[in-house]
């Protein structure tokens, strides 16, 4: 998600406003996380963004359930360029520390084990790999020096683009 508001802050405009929507809390081991506290923290605290306002929608899905999402309103402060990528993942990282540390007084004695062995990986995740990297990867996409696709191979031999 550090990355995500990083790109957003470097396409956006000075003082632009973002709108993020996003699910309002999600259960991993029996145990709430609240999205939209996460992304704020991690937007305000890299100095991309500025918060504005929350505010929350509610809406029954088609299977009868209420659904909460929160929309967080930001002004881009433009910083991408004077702040260091890794500076935004210790950020990030440190949240994602924080929140599962936090997380340990309300998950269940089956799970203890778990979310302690998540807390001692959080240095160690990796990024999430860009679209056009993965393509390539699972695709074997073939690209020119101006990042154009001119072929890949895929179930029916080799294509041109």
């Not at 929350?54 to 659904?67: C, L, S, T, W």
């Amino acid at each position: 998600m550090a990355g995500t508001l990083r790109e957003l802050s470097r396409v956006g405009k000075d003082e632009a406003r973002v709108i993020l929507v996003v699910g309002h809390q999600s259960n991993v081991l029996g145990v709430p996380f609240y999205n939209a506290d996460i992304i704020e923290k991690i937007a305000i605290k890299t100095h991309l963004f500025d918060k504005v306002l929350r505010q929350k929608r509610e809406f029954k899905n088609k299977f009868g359930k209420i659904i909460r999402e929160d929309l967080i309103n930001l002004i881009n402060l433009k910083n991408e360029s004077k702040i260091d990528q890794k500076e935004i993942e210790t950020v990030a990282r440190k949240e994602a520390f924080d929140v599962l540390t936090g997380s340990l007084s309300s998950v269940s004695s089956k799970n203890r084990q778990l979310l302690e062995n998540a807390i001692g990986k959080v240095h160690d995740i990796g990024k999430t790999p860009f679209l056009e990297q993965m393509l390539m990867k699972t695709h074997n996409f073939s690209v020119s020096s101006d990042n154009t696709v001119i072929g890949w191979e895929g179930n029916g031999g080799l294509r041109r683009g």
